[in-house]
């Protein structure tokens, strides 16, 4: 099966594609698709990114956390090269390491339901399953550029009122837990339920349990760090 067909099969025949990366895995094409794909609409919506970033400046100054001095280098390196090109370079390097982690987790968590999983297999499963990012890349591209909004996307958050998000304390976990309901994050969750259960050898049952149960564990470990993080600027 070659690289293009295997491609299309996640959308159009999901279980053949996963069977056959059960005897044959490989992670690298897909891998290197959405890497492209997102880093090129990272590069497309930087200069939103940046504004918004004066902004965010700009009020600092205006609160007095920024002095004079500190808002001249601060203004000085987003209009760095060298910034841009670290914050370009640095994303399929986290990319990458995510989708390690996620094999590895994968891997460890179907042993441990009596599958029969390997780590490449994960790896393999992972990376084809983001391939749908390829296509959330586009339309949240497309989304960030209409509102000029960094944050504009297809998740439930957008439902509710956009102050819930400064709230603070149990409101503003619901928004940022809804946040995390994307359209495409959904549907690359079944697909990687689908294709856990099939190249490790798990129930359909024990394939979703297992991906859901590490997404809704990812869910609460980021909302802490964010809120840890957010405490210090705070300070």
Same mark, same amino acid.
């Given at each position: ?8 099969? $996640? ?7 996963? /069977? ?8 690298? +094409?897909?891998? !290197? ?15 939103? &990114?940046? #504004? +918004? =970033? &004066? ?7 205006? #609160? ?10 601060? &203004? ?26 996620? /094999?590895?987790?994968? &891997? ?9 999983? %390997?780590?490449?297999?994960? $790896? ?6 983001? !391939? ?8 949240? %591209?497309? $989304?960030? !550029? $209409? ?12 439902? !509710?009122? /956009? #102050?819930? /998000? ?15 309901? #994307?359209?495409? =994050? ?12 099939? %190249? ?12 859901? %149960? ?7 470990? @980021? ?6 993080? @957010? ?5």
């Amino acid at each position: 099966m070659n690289p293009l067909k295997r491609i299309l099969n $996640l959308f159009c025949a999901p279980g053949e594609l996963f /069977a056959h990366l059960q005897e044959k895995p490989d992670w690298f +094409i897909p891998f !290197l698709v959405v890497a492209v794909f997102s880093l090129a609409a990272f590069a497309v919506v930087y200069p939103i &990114y940046t #504004d +918004i =970033q &004066y902004e965010v400046f700009d009020q600092m100054v205006e #609160d007095g956390r920024l002095n004079e001095e500190q808002a001249v280098g601060a &203004y000085q390196s987003l209009e760095s090269p060298v910034r841009m090109t670290i914050e370009l370079a640095s994303r399929p390097l986290v990319f990458l390491l995510l989708i390690l982690m996620q /094999a590895l987790f994968l &891997y460890l968590g179907s042993n441990m339901l009596g599958g029969d999983g %390997t780590f490449k297999r994960g $790896l393999a499963v992972v990376s084809y399953s983001n !391939l749908v990012f390829v296509f959330g890349a586009i339309v949240n %591209t497309i $989304l960030v !550029l $209409l509102k000029r909004d960094i944050m504009a996307g297809l998740n439930l958050s957008k439902v !509710l009122p /956009a #102050d819930m /998000a400064d709230a603070g304390g149990f409101l503003q976990i619901i928004y940022k837990i809804l946040g995390h309901f #994307d359209v495409f =994050q959904i549907w690359a969750l079944v697909l990687m339920s689908i294709g856990v259960s099939i %190249t490790m050898s798990l129930s359909r049952n024990k394939g979703y349990g297992l991906v859901f %149960t590490l997404w809704g564990i990812w869910i609460a470990v @980021s909302i802490v760090i964010s809120e840890v993080f @957010s405490g210090f600027i705070a300070a």
